[in-house]
């Protein structure tokens, strides 16, 4: 085996190839490698429409998506002040813990609440001493979460020095509830008569609208989320893995780029780069749209390969592979055929030479093939025949010197004798 490669080796070197692959290897050149060069630079324009065309899909997302959430927000602001209004035509705002009052005060809270049940789950409307009266949703219980109480804690004392600090609100980090880590938030704005502090109205704020949302938009690989500005999850898709509050700064260079933008500061920005799964590198792509009314980004990233994919790119690729390989096997079976048409012809003339070189002068060969083949099967026939006949002559002729000369012996003998 060895000896059989060596010997190939040697005739690649001293140039001597067969017929055979030398014509099977230019019509591998000539139909499969424009091909696939074409294939590549198809590829290549492709994959960079692909990228340009995922810019734009997650810059519309996320543009579109802190609209929503910045309107979300915002109506759910308008609410507090529609309530905060009602208590002031009601004359409530004076002293919402007033027992005379404080039946008014629940049953504003309670239509509230019943009014919207996918945004409010705890509406509670306190005075200077920190008590008043609450409502929520079925079975919700805001003092028995930690979390929950601390957030309305510091609701209220950032409502109390509203006067000092010139706030309007206070909105509280993302929080998870139980039992299945609801995202969630506490707004709340104070209750102020002539400047002066006399209590807060606060709301336990559902985020699950906002997380349908972010479901709806994370398909075919793409995830889509809200941070805050610390890089905090607010909402992810993925609830299960995230959870609202946790610091994802570490994981995403895009949470990390929202982290070092100024609060004030309103940005759209696609990236591209690098993440690790499952110890492999992954190239990404990925949008982040930032709302400063809120504090808040929406991030929307994707996995090229899965851009690829949806895109079709994947599936033009596998076509065009299955197309080259088609044209590779056509252009070898068409090449062997041309290739045996000529070598076959070749190979007749090679035996007729050997035979001529033992002596079979009658040796001829079948004039087949290309012109230029024919004409060389032709020309060896006629050589052949030429040599056949002056070997004939040559025989002749030496007889005759035979005969002439035994002739002459005998002329020879006879006079001696």
Known sequence: MLENFSTIVNKLRAGRVRILWLVLGAMLLVSALPLLLYHQQV?????????????????????????????????????????????????????????????????????????NPS?????????????????????????????????????????????????????????????????????????????????????????NPILHRLKDASVRGRSVFVVDHQGHIVAHHDAAKFTPGEDVSSNSPVVARVRSLPQELRSTETMRFTDIENNHHVEMIGTYSTFPEVNWAVIAQRSLSEARA??????????????????????????????????????????????????????????????????????????????????EKLNEAAEANRELFLGSIRMLAAAID
Do not use: W
């Open 119 to 207: 945004t409010f789950l705890y509406l509670t409307a306190v005075g200077k001493s920190g008590k008043g009266t609450s409502a929520s949703q079925g079975n919700f219980q805001a003092e028995k979460d930690p979390f929950v109480s601390k957030a309305l804690q510091r609701a209220f004392i950032t409502c109390v020095q509203s006067p000092q600090l010139g706030s309007v609100k206070f909105r509280s980090d993302p929080l998870a509830l139980e039992p299945d880590s609801q995202p969630a938030f506490v707004i709340a704005i104070p209750l102020n008569v002539d400047q002066q502090f006399t209590g807060m109205i606060a709301a336990v704020v559902s985020l």
């Open 310 to 391: 949806d895109a079709g790119v994947t599936e033009l690729n596998r076509q065009a592979l299955t197309f080259v390989s088609m044209v590779v096997l056509i252009a070898i079976v068409v090449g062997y055929f041309f290739a045996v048409a000529i070598s076959q012809p070749i190979h007749g003339l090679a035996a007729s030479t050997r035979a001529i070189s033992r002596g079979e002068f009658h040796q001829r060969t079948k004039v087949r093939g290309a012109s230029e083949i024919s004409e060389l099967a032709e020309n060896f026939n006629k050589m052949a025949g030429d040599i056949e006949e002056y070997i």
């Open 43 to 115: 590829l290549k324009l492709s994959q960079d429409k692909l990228v340009d065309t995922e810019r734009v899909q997650q810059t519309e997302l996320t543009r579109s998506l802190a609209q929503e959430l910045q309107q979300y927000e915002s109506n759910v602001t308008q609410q507090l002040m529609s309530e905060r209004q009602i208590l002031v035509l009601t004359g409530a705002i004076q002293d919402v813990e007033d027992p005379a009052s404080e039946p008014k005060v629940t049953r504003l809270l309670e239509n509230s609440v019943e009014s």
